[in-house]
Each structure stands twice: as structure tokens, then as C-alpha cells.
């Protein structure tokens, strides 16, 4: 079983930044995909953004110029940027990560526990 860490949220003013990370610790193989997702109260979980594992990403309309998603694959860690933040980013932010342990060798995906950001003055 992989548990994905994560760390980073918390309360921030409109047009502030946070930092999210996402680890994947543990006796891992390979970490394929990455990404962010966010959930806000009464709405779907939508993707944010995501990464491969060669480095290509893929962002949200709605973050697109302000999120910056990275990862160190050294660490088996992602992390998200978020510059510029609007009250409307308020959610739990998930992250995902395509996990390949040495202990089964097949792919799974797993979810991190969820860190709350809440843009609000």
C-alpha cells in the first residue's frame, strides 16, 4: 500500500500564493503520472493540473498562468505552485500519482488525503 503525503495548504488573502507537495514514499519503483485535484463544496473534483513523468503538463483553463505544477522524481514527489489566488480556488486539493511498487511491479493509482486551501480576507 502506498500513502501519499501531502502538505502545503492553508488560509491565504486573494492574490497570494501557497505550495503544495505531494510525496510518495516508500519502497517504490517507478512514479508514472502526477497531478492536482481540487474539490470545492457542492461541485465535482475537477483536474487542476498534471505531469508526466517525462515533464509534459497539463493545466485547467481556470489556473492556466497562475499554477505552476513540477515534481523531482529523485523524491517521488509533485508540487503546485498557486500564484495569484482567487477566492473561487477555494477546495481540498488531491493529489494523484501513478505508483508502480517493487513489491507487486503493476501500476496503481493513488490518491493523497487532501489539504484544504481556502482563499478568504
Known amino acids: 500500500q502506498v500513502q501519499l503525503v501531502e502538505s502545503g495548504g492553508g488560509l491565504v488573502q486573494p492574490g497570494g500564493s501557497l505550495r503544495l507537495s505531494c510525496a510518495a514514499p516508500?519502497?517504490?519503483?517507478?512514479?508514472?503520472?502526477m497531478g492536482w485535484y481540487r474539490q470545492a463544496p457542492g461541485k465535482q473534483r475537477e483536474l487542476v493540473a498534471a505531469?508526466?513523468?517525462?515533464?509534459?503538463?497539463n493545466y485547467a483553463d481556470s489556473v492556466k498562468g497562475r499554477f505552476t505544477i513540477s515534481r523531482d522524481n529523485a523524491k517521488n514527489t509533485v508540487y503546485l505552485q498557486m500564484n495569484s489566488l482567487k477566492p473561487e480556488d477555494t477546495a481540498v486539493y488531491y493529489c494523484r500519482s501513478e505508483v508502480t511498487t517493487w513489491a507487486t511491479g503493476v501500476q496503481r493509482q493513488y490518491w493523497g488525503q487532501g489539504t484544504q486551501v481556502t482563499v478568504s480576507s
Open positions: 516508500g519502497n517504490i519503483l517507478r512514479v508514472n503520472g
Open positions: 505531469i508526466t513523468i517525462g515533464g509534459r503538463t
